[in-house]
């Protein structure tokens, strides 16, 4: 049975950093493409930043240059930190797979809140 659970978010302030981690169970964590996603109310889930297999990132364009993927494949975990945090990066934050290696049922996700 796989599970993510993601942990770290929290209340910073604009300009503020903070890292988000998710440790991942059930699966053969390295083999997979892994990402974060964040989703606020009303809108669709979106694709933050992602990590293949072979560790090549890729972001998107509203965080690229602020938030860093990465993963570590003995501990069955993925990280996003997050720099320079802006209002609108305000949403609950979950990790999944991406692309043609799979996705799973979605965690709880974590609260990232950003004000002043």
């Known amino acids: 049975q796989v599970r993510l659970v993601e942990s770290g978010g929290g209340l910073v302030q604009p300009g503020g950093s903070l890292r988000v981690s998710c440790v991942v169970s059930?699966?053969?964590?390295?083999?997979?493409?892994m990402a974060w996603y964040r989703q606020v109310p009303g809108k669709e889930r979106e694709l933050v930043a992602l990590?293949?297999?072979?560790?090549?990132?890729n972001y998107a364009d509203s965080v690229k240059g602020r938030f860093t993927i990465s993963r570590d494949n003995a501990k069955n975990t993925v990280f996003l930190q997050m720099n320079s945090l802006k209002l609108e990066d305000t949403a609950v934050y979950y990790c999944?797979?991406?692309?043609?290696?799979?996705?799973?049922?979605w965690g709880q996700g974590t609260q990232v809140t950003v004000s002043a």
């Open positions: 999944n797979g991406a692309g043609n290696t799979g996705y799973f049922p």
């Open positions: 059930g699966i053969t964590f390295s083999v997979y493409n």
């Open positions: 990590i293949n297999r072979g560790m090549t990132t």
